[in-house]
């Protein structure tokens, strides 16, 4: 298929990174990409769905996957995943004979080996310079329920409607399910059965990068997880922060042992972001280093950090976070072109083992089976009566809504086109009649 062609389909079938930041997939095709990258390292602890996914429809996703890499033109197609995914090793191992420029790269069981950056290096040796992107080295990268999503829209003409989420944590049955796009959190919880506290907290996304959200919020094209914890739990505390309280902490006990940088995955790799530093100027009001402020845009907020290097329990993550969001309302921009210093020696054993972060997590006792259940699962008995999809799901422009109050809608049907420039089409995930539509979501009654 001609590259242009490819990139209309993407575009017009709203396909995006199915997790992360939803960055438009047709804008990932490019021919300078020398190697095309499917990521199923799946790094934050107790996401199961895309090792899942590759292991039922291994055939389809390498197919697909080589044909990227030849619409592209890229020399070679490497699968990222963990030596532990044993069964979705032997998967790929029945198929990938049949593509001569694929290969598959084992990881270790090290968290955050599906950080894009990270992945990269310990894939192809390259080195995405602070701040780049991966074309700029010659690499184009694309997880596994993306490229699954490919395939249904390049062979079945099917729109992303629909989206595969783990329900695990305090829940009577862990499950993995697809559900329609727009679906509420309570409405997807109750696919796994009754809640086991009396206080539920749900963290959406992995526990690290993940969100707390409420019940009425909805599934996105990027919603990877659910997972339902006690509001007690001390890994939904953190994520209730306070900001003063965090930098008045920093102030009294951050001793500068430097643990948070010496096992930052990014600083590993030559990147000039350093948390000591960091917290050390903003604890104190320190601003005569600049620089410490403005390298915190290279920060890839994958919480390693606080969750696990600082024996204080303290936030540089967080805090960071509060400082990249402050620069940017005031219009300071990342510093540019700023190359990376080699690769730090001893890089290798300090990589954080995901057993012992999930142990620090107190997640362990939820890393159980949440198996993937079929398709149709949640149009039998797990019936969702009302969808709110959001128009701006992704990286770019939101979409712009096509349909009205009152319109009936089919499953499948654009209900949103792109905007200009960087935007994707929105489709309806059930058949219904449109309840409200405004510049942020149309909400649907099903029929």
């Known amino acids: 298929m001609e590259m242009q062609d490819l990139k209309q389909i993407l575009q017009e079938s709203g396909i995006v990174g199915a997790g992360g930041a939803g960055f438009p997939t047709y804008a990932k095709l490019d021919e300078r990409a020398e190697v095309i990258l499917m990521n199923c390292a799946e790094c934050e602890p107790l996401l199961k769905l895309h090792r899942q996914l590759l292991e039922q429809r291994a055939e389809e996703i390498l197919e697909t996957f080589d044909g990227i890499a030849r619409t592209v033109g890229a020399k070679e197609a490497v699968i990222g995943i963990k030596r532990e995914y044993k069964a979705a090793v032997r998967a790929i191992e029945r198929y990938i004979d049949a593509y001569p420029n694929m290969r598959i790269q084992l990881l270790?069981?090290?968290?955050?080996?599906?950080?894009?950056?990270?992945?990269?290096?310990?894939?192809?040796?390259?080195?995405?310079?602070?701040?780049?992107?991966?074309?700029?080295?010659?690499?184009?990268?694309?997880?596994?329920?993306?490229?699954?999503n490919v395939y249904r829209a390049v062979r079945h003409n099917t729109?992303?409607?629909?989206?595969?989420?783990?329900?695990v944590g305090e829940v009577e049955?862990?499950?993995?399910?697809?559900v329609p796009i727009g679906a509420s959190i309570g409405d997807v919880v109750s696919c796994a059965g009754e809640i086991k506290v009396k206080d539920p907290a749900y963290l959406v996304g992995g526990p690290m990068m993940g969100n707390l959200a409420t019940d009425s919020d909805v599934v996105t094209k990027t919603t990877n997880a659910i997972i339902v914890l006690d509001k007690g739990h001390n890994l939904i505390q953190r994520k209730n922060r306070n900001a003063a309280i965090d930098l008045n902490r920093a102030a009294a006990s951050c001793c500068q042992c430097e643990t948070c940088t010496s096992l930052c995955p990014r600083h590993a790799l030559g990147h000039p972001i350093e948390p000591h530093k960091f917290m050390r100027s903003a604890a104190n009001r320190d601003f005569q280093d600049t620089n410490v402020f403005l390298n915190t845009f290279f920060c890839s907020s994958c919480g390693l950090c606080e969750n696990f290097s600082c024996p204080q329990g303290l936030s540089p993550r967080s805090l960071i976070a509060d400082y990249k969001l402050g620069l940017r309302k005031a219009g300071v921009k990342p510093p540019a072109d700023v190359r990376p210093a080699p690769v730090r020696a001893g890089r290798e054993h300090r990589k954080?083992?995901?057993?012992?972060?999930?142990?620090?997590?107190?997640?362990?006792?939820?890393?159980?089976?949440?198996?993937?259940?079929?398709?149709?699962?949640?149009k039998g008995e797990q019936q969702i009566h009302k969808v709110k999809i959001l128009l701006g799901q992704h990286i770019g422009a939101p979409?712009?809504?096509a349909v009205e109050k009152g319109e009936q809608v089919a499953c499948g049907q654009c209900i949103a086109k792109p905007a200009g420039g960087?935007?994707?089409?929105?489709?309806s995930s059930v058949d219904g009649v449109v309840q409200e539509v405004t510049d942020k979501y149309i909400l649907i009654l099903r029929r």
């Open 108 to 148: 270790d069981s090290a968290y955050p080996m599906g950080d894009e950056v990270v992945l990269i290096y310990e894939a192809t040796g390259r080195v995405i310079r602070p701040g780049g992107l991966p074309i700029e080295e010659g690499v184009a990268v694309f997880n596994v329920e993306t490229v699954y």
């Open 159 to 167: 729109p992303v409607i629909d989206k595969l989420v783990s329900v």
């Open 173 to 178: 049955s862990p499950i993995t399910v697809r």
């Open 352 to 378: 954080a083992p995901e057993e012992r972060l999930e142990a620090r997590l107190g997640l362990a006792k939820y890393n159980v089976d949440a198996p993937l259940q079929p398709d149709e699962y949640w």
């Open 399 to 401: 979409a712009i809504a």
């Open 422 to 427: 960087l935007s994707v089409g929105i489709h």
